[in-house]
């Protein structure tokens, strides 16, 4: 029988990914049956939260232990339950930054797809692609708002970083692939003087438009519906947004796309972008490496990059100053400017 070569080797890890889907499921579970909100009042026993969700206590006795065990939840003594600062700030639906949506896109959207990936390796093609119409615009329309927190505090940083002058002259913002219209809608929150063109599919616009207005910049925020690659942007714009497209769109797409927001931009302009970014060698950064099969499984095109990739591409399109700024996304923004 062979033996391991070190003492300390052992499948742990192993076994680790084997159960990884469990955590996405377990939580989902505990949003959708109001577990983390009937916490956030005080801690309770199983007993109690089964009762006022209606559940099995012995299923809510597995669904708590288990959020225990991952840390997001505190057990006592006393086997009453609580939140922690984690599960407080992002999994209690009343709090703003609420991403307890994001497992119900997981689960009903992006599992579903992932199981073809052994098909999906061997062609190189999505069972279906996400980012072509009309599919693409049901897609993206079901689950665009549960991802608007995500991006809300990174998109509050740019509006900080970007300092536009107050003034009354119209400060005009295009916002690329709009989805929930974050981008577009914070920088309107921050600057009275902002007027946003919100670009997305007329499937999922509907969505930019409801959320604007609930945030209350629906009056100052036009949509111009069509496909990135054909619809006329027009010109003239202060800053143009593209946030998380250009791994949908892939490299050729992305850098078209790149010299067209250069020629909508006026001189002095700036484009902002968040993505999932790589390391150059494609070998350290998991999180966007593990969004690059992602991207395999629900594209034609599409991929992560590396910052050093898409500078390339916003140089190659005739921006300058290209940069970085550290936000609380999953990667830095990209900055860069249209010369004068």
Not at 166 to 181: H, K
Request: hydrophobic residues 45%; negative net charge.
């Amino acid at each position: 029988m062979a033996t391991l070569a070190h003492a300390s080797l052992t499948p742990a890890r192993i076994m680790q990914f084997a159960w990884g889907y469990t955590v996405p499921l377990i939580i989902e579970t505990a949003v959708r049956r109001g577990l983390f909100d009937a916490l956030d009042s005080g801690p309770k026993t199983a007993a109690e939260l089964a009762a006022q969700a209606a559940i099995s206590e012995r299923g809510a006795g597995a669904v708590l232990n288990a959020l225990a065990g991952v840390q997001l939840l505190h057990k006592d003594a006393e086997g009453r339950f609580a939140l922690t600062p984690e599960s407080a700030a992002f999994l209690v639906s009343t709090k703003p930054a609420f991403m307890g949506g994001l497992f119900k896109h997981t689960s009903r959207q992006l599992m579903p797809r992932w199981m073809s990936l052994n098909q999906v390796v061997e062609t190189g093609k999505p069972v279906l692609a996400v980012n072509n119409e009309p599919d693409g615009a049901a897609f993206f329309h079901e689950f665009v708002e549960d991802i608007f927190p995500m991006s809300y505090p990174s998109a509050q940083v740019l509006a900080e970083t970007l300092a536009l002058a107050r003034t009354g002259e119209p400060a005009r913002v295009l916002d690329i692939a709009a989805g929930s219209g974050v981008w577009g809608i914070v920088l309107a929150q921050r600057y009275p003087q902002v007027r946003v063109t919100a670009v997305d599919w007329p499937g999922v616009l509907d969505v930019t438009r409801r959320v604007a207005a609930r945030c209350g910049v629906g009056d100052r925020v036009e949509t111009l519906a069509g496909d990135l690659a054909d619809v006329d942007f027009g010109t003239g714009y202060r800053v143009a947004t593209l946030g998380h497209i250009l791994h949908s769109e892939g490299a050729a797409r992305s850098r078209l796309l790149l010299g067209k927001v250069f020629h909508a931009l006026a001189p002095g302009g700036n484009i902002a972008i968040a993505e999932f970014l790589v390391d150059d060698a494609r070998a350290t950064d998991a999180g966007g490496l593990l969004f690059a099969v992602n991207m395999l499984v629900n594209t034609e095109h599409g991929d992560t990059f590396s910052f050093s990739e898409i500078a390339a591409w916003l140089r190659e399109a005739g921006f300058e100053n290209v940069r970085t700024v550290d936000s609380p996304g999953p990667s830095p923004l990209i900055l860069a400017d249209r010369p004068h």
